[in-house]
């Protein structure tokens, strides 16, 4: 196996079970909303705060431009496993949620530098097709939860048996730390600093650049296009499980042959993201599957055969693929020494706010209007506000991310 190929194997098993723990929150909102008492405005709030975790990443993985990719994948990697082990054991919904908030913190520092960590690594011609591919794992991960949660409940575990489950990485944690290296990119860029007699990067310095005149125009567009994909992954796919169970009769049991759909829709969605932004670019892309967002959501909430609303939703988690797209673009647009910088602060610290608001937004009209499916698809106009900003950044297929460089 080539060292690409190995990395790749690697970055994918963790991030299938970051996947998998993403999904979690979602998929038990209405077992632990009956389980705590709580109301539909009540979990939204759950589902919302506890993506304020997302957002407060970005303290966190800036750190990778000053201390290297390696360290703060580890670490995140070994918090997050270790916080999703103790919300199994959650006893009430205040607990669930604050251990949520920083497990789900952990959760996309590893994700989102899993993603860098590929970028850096892997070829410019194929570094689409590549982050497609690896996009679906996550989805695959996040299909696998569906399957178990009638199993778990039949079998006495419940939902808690789900996120003890998502603890694997802890079994597979010192594998890590022996095989994982730091990005060749970040390691010229130490070399390249130290000839020149300066620091590698104080704290600060990345965000200062990114807040110039050379990238702020290009930070502002890629981070509103973060808050919309946030936004409708907020409302959307995790408003999923609250609408099928409460306004379509549906219960665990509808939801074991699921991952037949999810798993094979949500793989071609990844790979066809990562396939289209090499073929046609990021732009026209990212045009793509927000338009198509828009259009699945619509069909999802308002259909009423069952047939119609599961390819709706099977259409929803393939074109969670504009993950990988934005993603890939966010770490092309900036250079070496501010790229985890510029994906924390597009991503997280303000893009995530997105999906801390999506859910919360999507139970407060849920409730006035008594109906998440109405809900969700007013909300459904959100992803198409994303395709004018996507075409006012610069396009950067098959840019190579060498030291210090970053796309004119």
Request: net charge neutral.
């Amino acid at each position: 196996m080539s060292p690409a190929a190995r990395l790749f194997a690697l970055l994918a098993i963790a991030t299938f079970f970051e996947g998998f723990d993403t999904r979690l929150v979602a998929l038990v909102q209405p077992v632990i909303g009956h389980e705590f008492g709580a109301s539909r405005a009540e979990l939204g709030r759950v589902v919302g705060l506890s993506s304020m975790g997302m957002v407060f990443a970005f303290f966190v993985i800036h750190l990778a431009d000053h201390v290297g990719r390696r360290p703060v994948f580890l670490g995140a990697l070994l918090v997050y496993a270790l916080l999703t082990l103790a919300t199994a054991f959650a006893p009430n919904l205040t607990v669930f949620t604050v251990l949520q908030v920083f497990a789900r913190m952990a959760m996309v520092v590893e994700l989102g530098l899993a993603y860098l960590i590929l970028s850096e690594e892997m070829p410019p011609d194929v570094r689409g097709r590549v982050n497609g591919v690896f996009g679906g794992c996550v989805a695959l991960g996040a299909s696998v939860p569906d399957a178990l949660l009638h199993p778990l409940t039949a079998w006495g575990i419940g939902w808690r048996g789900l996120f003890v489950i998502g603890a694997v990485p802890l079994v597979l944690f010192p594998y890590y730390v022996a095989n994982l290296a730091e990005t060749s990119a970040f390691r010229a860029r130490k070399v390249q600093r130290a000839a020149a007699g300066s620091r590698l990067a104080t704290e600060l310095e990345p965000l200062r650049l990114l807040v110039s005149s050379a990238y702020r125009s290009r930070l502002f567009a890629i981070t509103g296009l973060w808050v919309i994909v946030n936004f409708w992954s907020g409302t959307a796919l995790y408003s999923f499980t609250l609408y099928v169970f409460d306004e379509r009769s549906w219960n665990a049991r509808d939801l074991v042959l699921l991952p037949l759909g999810t798993i094979p829709f949500g793989l071609f969605g990844y790979a066809f993201a990562g396939f289209a932004m090499d073929r046609i670019g990021r732009r026209s892309a990212t045009s793509l599957y927000l338009a198509g967002a828009s259009l699945a959501t619509l069909v999802c909430y308002q259909a009423s055969g069952q047939a119609a609303i599961l390819a709706g939703y099977f259409a929803l988690v393939g074109l969670g693929g504009v993950w990988a797209i934005v993603t890939t673009w966010t770490a092309e647009l900036f250079p070496t020494e501010m790229r985890a910088t510029a994906s924390g602060f597009g991503n997280n610290l303000v893009g995530r706010l997105g999906l801390v608001l999506g859910p919360i937004v999507a139970g407060i009209l849920g409730e006035a209007f008594d109906s998440t499916a109405d809900a969700v698809s007013l909300l459904a106009i959100v992803p198409l506000v994303g395709v004018p900003i996507a075409w006012m950044l610069p396009e950067t297929r098959a840019i190579a991310l060498a030291p210090g460089t970053g796309p004119s």
